[in-house]
């Protein structure tokens, strides 16, 4: 799919909110538009995702005309100053939870919960959004516009202004360029220079200069080593260990006399409480079914509890609702 503008221009109540622009951009490719901050950035990134109607010029979906609603379903804006960035007020882990409704996902506490564990940001959960190092925060605002399946194009509008390196928040756009998403990300001029943008000096009368196109990739895979300043992604599966050959095997190899393997008891491990809790969770109709179990009228045991068995109860649907 590919985003076009043509000749798309803004008009301001006194100056051009944003001057004439021609933009193309597509899946799978990281463009990077460089500006200096009241040059057009918010107007060029709700213009080019179909939040604003252009006062001149068009915007093209794969080469057609489209309806606003349609083309602001297959995008999204982040972080746009005013428009899309979350109060500073908030919590990483109430910011989690809007992100994730706003994409359709269950958003209940557990499923917060379990996208943090996912990113290794448990312990950052309670903070606010405004304390997190800025190519966190970009990181975790990308991933959850990433989360919506109906979202292809993604607009990175000023991550520069929060502070950081800016190859931290240019490989979060790479990583999401790579797993097939188009990313338009806007910046200052400095900050382009600082990712090896040969720019020249500005000069004369550039009050009104729209952002210009300075960098375009196409990452063909997500880089294997991003760290810390990569999009945060789940958590993949632990690889297994390597199995070390039986002692009885090498001596056998060897030509001498077979080792006899040790005996050991063997344990049989008990159900994990934490994954029997969870299945109730998600069931929350079985949970709250009627216990058909007749009363017991027998006297109520003594014997303490570490010596007896006792029941887990079932998590109350309506408190985790709460």
């Known amino acids: 799919m590919q985003i076009t503008l043509s000749g798309v221009r803004v008009e301001g109540r006194r100056d051009p909110m944003l001057e ?5 951009w597509s899946t799978g490719e990281c463009l990077l538009v460089a500006g200096e901050p009241g040059h057009g950035h918010t107007a060029l990134a709700l213009v080019a995702t179909g939040r604003f109607v252009p006062s001149s010029g068009t915007v093209h979906l794969d080469g057609a005309v489209v309806p606003s609603p349609a083309l602001r379903a297959r995008t999204a804006v982040v972080d746009v100053p005013g428009i899309s960035e979350p109060d500073d007020a908030l919590s990483l882990a109430d910011v989690v939870a809007e ?16 996208w943090l564990e996912e990113r290794a940001l448990t312990e950052d959960r309670g903070r606010r959004v405004d ?11 990308a991933a959850l516009a990433a989360e919506n399946p109906d979202v292809r194009f993604v607009v990175l509008t000023l991550p520069d202004r929060h502070g950081g390196e800016p190859s931290g928040w240019w490989e979060t ?34 009050l009104h200069e729209p952002p210009q196109v300075v960098r375009r990739e196409t990452p063909g895979a997500p880089v294997e080593e991003p760290g810390a300043t990569a999009v945060l992604p789940a958590a993949g599966p632990v690889a297994e260990p390597v199995a070390e050959p039986e002692p009885q095997a090498e001596a056998a190899a060897e030509g ?67």
């Open 20 to 24: 004439a622009t021609d933009l193309a």
């Open 99 to 114: 992100g994730l409704a706003l994409a359709g996902r269950r958003s209940l506490p557990r499923d917060v919960a379990r």
């Open 131 to 141: 304390q997190l190092p800025g190519v966190v925060r970009t990181a975790v605002l």
């Open 173 to 206: 756009a790479r990583t999401l360029a790579a797993s097939g998403l188009g990313v338009l990300v806007q910046c200052t001029r400095s900050s382009a220079r600082d990712l090896g943008v040969d720019l020249p000096p500005a000069r004369g009368a550039t």
């Open 256 to 322: 001498g006399p077979a080792v006899e393997p040790e005996v050991e008891d063997e344990l049989e491990l008990s159900p994990d409480p934490d994954a029997r809790a969870e299945e109730e969770l998600d069931d929350p109709l079985d949970a709250a079914a009627p216990d058909d179990t007749p009363i017991d009228d027998s006297p109520i045991d003594d014997t303490p509890i570490h010596d007896s068995m006792a029941a887990t109860p079932a998590d109350d649907p309506q408190e985790e609702a709460r």
